[in-house]
């Protein structure tokens, strides 16, 4: 089964784009236990190389986390994914998001386990609303603090954009 991104449509068939509304349909993967710890409930969004992003239940813990989930690759991309896996789970910092676990599947699926965040990424928000100046200091503020804390490790993101960047509305 395959599932829309955005409306939830389900088709049996692989097909690239979504009739009803023109968005990426991915394989459905709810159901299904990655890594035999991360049972994926639902699909909470799409990225860039065919990748996408579930909510899952690790039930050893009892915490609800995000699953990224990439198709099967090559050895060498596959080591790189490993590489920036074990670098970004390094990393601790209130602006990063929390890397837990990362493996391959059975079928060869690359997978990311993270911290599952509630809000948006500053491109949707872009998109809905006008951003004021005081409130994109704010923001960026977080994302230098975020980058020199990675730069203080030497790691470099080299994907910086606002799909990228997610705002968490909490109160701190």
């Not at 699953?67 to 990393?91: C, D, H, M």
């Not at 911290?115 to 491109?123: A, K, N, S, T, V």
Request: hydrophobic share 40%; aromatic share 8%; glycine share 8%.
């Amino acid at each position: 089964m395959y599932i829309c991104s955005r409306c939830n449509q389900t088709f049996e068939e692989r097909i690239e784009r979504c009739p009803m509304d023109g968005k990426r349909v991915v394989r459905d993967l709810s159901g299904q236990t990655v890594g035999e710890r991360y049972a994926l409930r639902g699909l909470v969004g799409v990225g860039g190389m065919g990748g996408s992003v579930w909510s899952a239940w690790q039930a050893s813990t009892r915490r609800e986390v995000a699953v990224k989930i990439l198709p099967p690759t090559g050895a060498v991309p596959a080591e790189r994914f490993a590489r920036g896996a074990r670098i970004a789970s390094n990393l601790n910092h209130p602006n990063i998001t929390t890397v837990h676990d990362y493996g391959q599947t059975e079928i060869g699926d690359l997978y990311l386990v993270m911290e599952l965040l509630d809000g948006w990424d500053l491109f949707q928000i872009s998109r809905r609303e006008e951003v004021s100046f005081p409130r994109l200091i704010h923001l960026f503020s977080q994302v230098l603090r975020a980058l020199g804390h990675a730069h203080h490790r030497n790691v470099v993101h080299r994907d910086i954009k606002l799909s990228n960047l997610f705002v968490n509305p909490r109160e701190d």
